[in-house]
T-cell receptor, first 110, second 112 residues
Framework: QQPVQSPQAVILREGEDAVINCSSS?????VHWYRQKHGEAPVFLMI?????EQKGHEKISASFNEKKQQSSLYLTASQLSYSGTYFC???????????FGTGTSLTVIP | KAGVTQTPRYLIKTRGQQVTLSCSPI?????VSWYQQTPGQGLQFLFE???????NKGNFPGRFSGRQFSNSRSEMNVSTLELGDSALYLC???????????FGEGSRLTVL
């Protein structure tokens, strides 16, 4: 039931783009995205709701394919501050339990 | 606006002991959820409380329990500690059950 994220790790140079994918085996009501820097708490980035509504970060965008139960996070023109571990959190159609993905470590280098 | 506060931040216990962790949510948030984070397993859901009622529970043994008070503050308890319970325990609060989560800094538990 834990969503699977890919890739597990990625290294980028400043200014490059990245895509992180999240795939669930359950029909989803919503997908959340969080970023956690080393030694810090996860921080909310984005929420995507069934039906297409989304809200979140202005420089980070995401998509949610309800039929495929997949979401992708798009990081464009990456900055050093984007480094961290990205988690997707999924809320199935039934039940109120969040399932967090396996995490994607993203490192941006100068 | 104060964030989510967790205490203690660090603690060391020995096998067989018990531990209680505390979480004060953001003012006005009625949903509090707990997660265990380990390098191998990632973020694992423990339980979620809303208005003093446990609404969801993850796949953890009965040694893990929690409660929520009328002021929305929450505690979790782990009894008969095992080495495998060593982890970062994160608390998150939310305005609603489905809304964005605001995480605390966590309580890092080490079991020797």
């Amino acid at each position: 039931q834990q969503p699977v994220q890919s890739p597990q790790a990625v290294i980028l140079r400043e200014g490059e783009d990245a895509v992180i994918n999240c795939s669930s085996s359950k029909a989803l009501y919503s997908v959340h995205w969080y970023r956690q820097k080393h030694g810090e708490a996860p921080v909310f980035l984005m929420i995507l709701l069934k039906g297409g509504e989304q809200k979140g970060h202005e420089k980070i965008s995401a998509s949610f394919n309800e039929k495929k139960q997949q979401s992708s996070l798009y990081l464009t023109a990456s900055q050093l501050s984007y480094s961290g571990t990205y988690f997707c959190g999924t809320l199935p159609n039934t039940g109120n339990q969040f399932y967090f993905g396996t995490g994607t470590s993203l490192t941006v280098i100068p | 606006k104060a964030g989510v506060t967790q205490t203690p931040r660090y603690l060391i216990k020995t096998r067989g002991q018990q531990v209680t962790l505390s979480c004060s949510p953001i003012s006005g948030h009625r949903s509090v959820s707990w997660y265990q984070q380990t390098p191998g397993q990632g973020l694992q859901f423990l339980f979620e409380y809303f208005s003093e009622t446990q609404r969801n529970k993850g796949n953890f043994p009965g040694r893990f329990s929690g409660r929520q008070f009328s002021n929305s503050r929450s505690e979790m308890n782990v009894s008969t500690l095992e080495l495998g319970d060593s982890a970062l325990y994160l608390c998150a609060s939310s305005h609603s059950t489905t809304g964005e989560l605001f995480f605390g800094e966590g309580s890092r538990l080490t079991v020797l």
